[in-house]
């Protein structure tokens, strides 16, 4: 059987290790980490990532301050909120949290965040020090820096000679993913919709990344026999034998079969998932460090 990486163990060791920072930068610098959180409309899904953020940052020790704005907020309201938030000494990260009401550019709000307070990893020039390797002054976007730290788990910090095939090409997951996959001297390939023979290319893979978001979708037959998966899909799909109108999460990863075949292995839930919320404080205990001039801690 593969070993199970276990994202949730993981989450609360990085989650310790910012709860420590933060003690220590309020003794040398009296300086509490602080991330704003920005919510506009009423998606239910939304609302609950963002509850579980405030609710980590505060045992993490940071000021945590939520903004709840109405659906019928206009670009400009948004855009004028952001700028505030730039110029506030006391917050340290901003999450505006994707999707936005249609009406709004969600361009326009990204690139209006800070870069030094952009703990997403969204804005150009976060993207730009990812995409050249300045990774000392760049934030990476959490779920991809959550996922590349259970890599290094299985396999250290340098990746030199291994094969790893990224499944989806998003901005937010897919691309960020194969920069930091290449950054640590791996062989990388970025598949997608259009790729010819993706069971072929999958079984090059001596690590493989999905994040298509499609339930179940990379079967067994797929993986190299002893190859580390990682899991980055959550997807709701009926379950009528948990009963009428019963739903579970499954991943992109037909995970039963890959699992008699991988070396290692995240499941979902539990893998990726919790280590993106935990990746977001790394990334605001670091921002607020580096407001003190204070090397931040490595995770
Ligand atoms: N919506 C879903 N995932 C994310 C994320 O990582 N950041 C933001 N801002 N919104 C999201």
Known sequence: ????????????????????????????????????????????????????????????????????????????????????????????????????????????????????????????????????????????????????????????????????????????????MANLLLNANATVTIAHSRTKDLPALCRTADILVAAVGRPEMIRGEWIKPGATVIDVGINRIPAPEKGEGKSRLVGDVAYDEAAAVAGSITPVPGGVGPMTIALLMANTVVSAHRAANRTPPRF
């Not at 009296?30 to 409309?41: D, F, K, Q, S, Y």
């Not at 249609?102 to 990893?121: F, L, N, Y």
């Not at 590349?148 to 000679?161: Q, V, Y």
């Open 1 to 176: 059987m593969p070993t199970v990486i276990d994202g949730k163990a993981a989450a609360a060791s990085v989650i310790a290790n910012v709860q420590a920072a933060t003690s220590q930068l309020a003794q040398s610098d009296a300086l509490t980490p602080g991330i704003a959180v920005v919510i506009v409309g009423e998606d239910p899904a939304s609302q609950v990532y963002v509850a579980s953020k405030g609710k980590t940052a505060k045992a993490c020790g940071f000021n945590s301050i939520q903004h709840t704005l109405p659906e019928s907020t206009s670009e400009e309201e948004l855009v004028a909120l952001v700028e505030q938030l730039n110029a506030d000494p006391e917050i340290h990260g901003i999450l505006v949290q994707l999707p936005l009401p249609s009406h709004i550019d969600s361009g326009r709000i990204i690139q209006t965040i800070a870069p030094e307070k952009d703990v997403d990893g969204f804005h150009f020039t976060n993207v730009g020090r990812l995409g050249t390797g300045e990774l000392d002054s760049a934030f990476v976007p959490c779920t991809p820096a959550g996922s590349m730290l259970l890599i290094e788990r299985a396999h250290g910090r340098d990746l030199s000679g291994l094969n790893a095939v990224v499944v989806g090409r998003s901005n937010i997951v897919g691309k960020p």
